[in-house]
């Protein structure tokens, strides 16, 4: 069985900065690529980074420059630095990693979420 559980969220002032982790466990032969989403309350679910396994990342247009996501495939983690946050990053932050389990499965996990609140 797989698992994945964030880490690091928190309350914040504008400005400041946190560092969220993923972090896999289980049955796990591979992971690929892993991605960040939020959703803040009453909008839809946006990405917000995503990382490959050879390291190649993509960013959301709003945390381009902010946000750096990195991963350690040893560890089997995968963490989002986030600085000079902004009122308007408050969300839950989940993760998401297509997994390849010792069984030969591949899918999608998700973990639960972790609060990230920036106040003004």
């Known amino acids: 069985q797989v698992r994945l559980e964030e880490s690091g969220g928190g309350l914040v002032q504008a400005g400041g900065s946190l560092r969220l982790s993923c972090a896999a466990s289980g049955s796990i032969s591979r992971i690929d690529a892993t991605t960040w989403y939020r959703q803040a309350p009453g909008k839809p679910r946006e990405l917000v980074a995503t990382i490959t396994r050879g390291g190649t990342t993509n960013y959301a247009d709003s945390v381009k420059g902010r946000f750096t996501i990195s991963r350690d495939n040893a560890k089997n983690t995968v963490s989002l630095q986030m600085n000079s946050l902004k009122p308007g990053d408050t969300a839950v932050y989940y993760c998401?990693?297509?997994?390849?389990?010792?069984?030969?499965?591949?899918?999608?996990?998700w973990g639960r979420g972790t609060q990230v609140t920036v106040s003004s």
């Open positions: 998401n990693s297509r997994i390849m389990t010792m069984n030969f499965v591949d899918d999608d996990y």
